[in-house]
């Protein structure tokens, strides 16, 4: 890489005040990873999975090393991940002006061509400036001012689907820069082609199967499965399939990308895959063009003979094996009614539950606090999650034939 050059280079007025972005004081840390909070966890696995070494875990993501081997093996393989950061810059600052000249002392040039586009955001958590979007902007300036200082040129801006996307993250007072490795978030596999209105993100939706303790080849039921986001995930998983396998990533525009390490990479992913074959995975849905869309996604992930979709209210369906897992986004205000229809409804999915589906486990996600009571049924877990910026609950219910109420009738006519 090119030197870093220095302030007396001819053109550079001296920076206001002397903050500069401290690269010596820089975190142990290369990287952040962003994920659903309540994920954190299964994203330390899959990022130590990667190669990477695991610095901290924070709310919302990880802090974690990593060479270029493990960047491009998180970014193709993690299936909770929602971006892969590469810091590049760290400043204290006390106003917008230390902003700027932190992010115009950083070689950009060195990182990627003037011919790639642009697009920054800023997020900040306590910063005591007016305006992000004004800081963003002085970011953008920073950025095309060092490529004219050396170019003579400036890169474009694309704020929809830039060559390298560039976050800054600002506290009370210090700014951190990154490259963003992805592009698009990593919750975009890159085949999926239709949502229905309750569609839960694919990254949530690999959490929520990988906290559930489901294991492939055990049969799966989502009974309200939309447009078969989380069938789509089961599937992957079944079949070890890297979720990344289809899309392109930010880090291909990069100066320092390798081509051969890359194609390496996913070539380890490819000989992981197993054969595709019918897989014991289940969905259904009451509304038959919301499930036409999940027969769309389906096919465009090459699954359109591995799993069984239905058409069926979902208070109709059988079990539709023995034992198995189910696992589902029920609805709590779009697709049923109002709250008042809710109330009556719940209580009709837990008795469904406990008629059709003893010996299975039943994890339910619901992002109100009052819904999930009226199921009848007693929770063996809770776990905390958000669905962007929805607060919910996954629950479980280990399932027994009968109702408790029954079987604590017939437990004290025995002691009669």
Excluded at 343 to 360: I, R, S, T, V
Aim: net charge positive.
């Amino acid at each position: 890489m090119k030197p870093h050059p220095e302030k007396s280079q001819p053109g550079r007025k001296p920076a206001p005040h002397p903050i500069r972005p401290e690269r010596e004081a820089l975190p142990p840390a290369s990287h952040f990873a962003t994920c659903p909070r309540g994920l954190e966890e299964l994203l330390v696995a899959e990022l130590n999975a990667a190669g990477a070494r695991v610095v901290r875990q924070l709310p919302a993501g990880v802090l974690f090393t990593a060479d270029a081997a493990a960047e491009m093996r998180a970014n193709l393989t993690s299936r909770t991940a929602t971006r892969i950061l590469r810091k590049v810059g760290y400043t204290r600052y006390r106003k917008e002006e230390h902003i700027y000249r932190a992010a115009l002392d950083l070689p950009w040039p060195d990182w990627f061509d003037v011919s790639k586009t642009i697009a920054v955001k800023v997020g900040a958590q306590n910063a005591p400036l007016k305006s992000l979007n004004f800081i963003t902007l002085k970011i953008k300036d920073a950025i095309c001012d060092r490529f004219r200082e050396e170019t003579r040129a400036r890169p474009s801006v694309d704020t929809e689907s830039p060559d390298v996307p560039i976050y800054a993250f600002l506290t009370p007072d210090a700014a951190t820069f990154y490259l963003d490795t992805s592009g698009e978030p990593l919750f975009k596999r890159g085949f999926k082609r239709e949502a229905s209105a309750a569609s839960i993100k694919e990254n949530l939706a690999a959490g929520l199967l990988l906290l559930s303790g489901w294991e492939p080849g055990t049969p799966l039921l989502d009974p309200m499965c939309g447009a078969g986001t989380i069938l789509l995930e089961a599937a992957d998983m079944a079949l070890n399939r890297a979720p990344g396998r289809s899309r392109h990533f930010a880090f291909e525009h990069y100066r320092d990308f390798d081509a051969a390490l890359w194609q390496r990479i996913k070539n380890e992913a490819k000989a992981k895959e197993k054969p595709l074959t019918r897989l014991p995975i289940f969905g259904a849905d009451r509304d038959r063009w919301v499930l036409d869309k999940a027969r769309n996604n389906l096919a465009a992930a090459g699954y359109a003979d591995s799993i069984e979709l239905k058409v069926s209210d979902v208070l109709d369906l059988k079990a539709p094996t023995p034992v198995g897992t189910l696992v589902t986004n029920p609805p709590y205000g779009e697709r049923i009614g109002e709250a008042e229809d809710l109330a009556e409804w719940y209580p009709l999915l837990g008795d469904w539950l406990k008629q059709n589906f003893a010996g299975w486990e039943a994890w339910i996600i619901s992002g109100d606090p009052l819904l999930p009571k009226a199921i009848g049924l007693k929770a063996s877990r809770r776990i905390p999650l958000f669905n962007g910026q929805i607060e919910t609950r996954f629950l479980q219910y280990k399932l027994i034939a009968g109702s408790m109420k029954a079987k604590r009738s017939d437990t004290v006519a025995g002691h009669q």
